[in-house]
Structure formats: C-alpha cells, structure tokens
C-alpha cells in the first residue's frame, strides 16, 4: 500500500512530529507512507490527487474500531485500491469517504498522530504480532 497522508491547517507542534516520524519508521516494513502538512487547502497537489483513493479524516465521519480499520485496509488492498490519500482538516477534496478519530474537536497534530499509531496498530492487526512490546 502507498500513503499519501495530507494535513491541512497550523504548523504542527515538533513533539506531534517527531512522534509521526517515529511511526512512519515502524509503518514502513508494512506500507509506503508519506506525511505534508499544508498551511492552507489551496497548497494541496490537485493534479496528483486524481489517482488516488481518498479517505478523509472528520469528526463527522464513520467511526471505525482499531480491527474495523485493520479490515478496511484489508479490503483496499483486495479492490487493488492500493494509492490511498488520507486528508486530515480539509473538506474541500471530494472524497471517497471519510472516517473519524473521534467526534471531538482536536489540534491537527494530535489528530495526525492518532492516525498514524491506529495505522501502525492495524498493521499490527492484520499481521498477527503483537501491539503492546
């Protein structure tokens, strides 16, 4: 799987970084992933995004558990849907559907960060091996 995962809003806080990076380390022996944070939605690639499957990530999207993401990914990569961008803050891309961390309002750090440690954890998941070392 390809992850092109795009946040739109403030710069984000260095710790919320740092732990992105760290989990973009761990994800990498299961995914290709890469994180841009972009001050504005005008900034975003419009002509790359065409040729991905798109996943928002909003409050008011489907609530899904850490197994229920491990089978969406699972079904992905079974449609060959295998180039997913992830939006995180922006509601202007049409989308092909959206998920939710939660229902509460959250920094787009924090909000970025869960994202990429419920990734890593549904890898985890779908490869059988322990979350917690």
Known sequence: ??????????KIEKFYSDAIKEYQKRLNRFC???????KNPQQLPKQQIDKYYKIGILPSGKSLSSEELAEKIKE???????????VIGNEEIPLNESIS?????????????ILFEQLYRAYKILNNEPYHK
């Open 101 to 113: 961390i939660s229902p509460m309002e959250m920094s787009l750090g924090l909000a970025s960060t």
């Open 32 to 38: 290709n992933i890469s994180f841009t944070n972009y």
């Open 1 to 10: 799987m390809n992850y092109k995962v795009y946040a739109t809003g403030n």
């Open 76 to 86: 992905l990569e079974l449609s060959a849907k295998t180039d997913i961008l992830i």
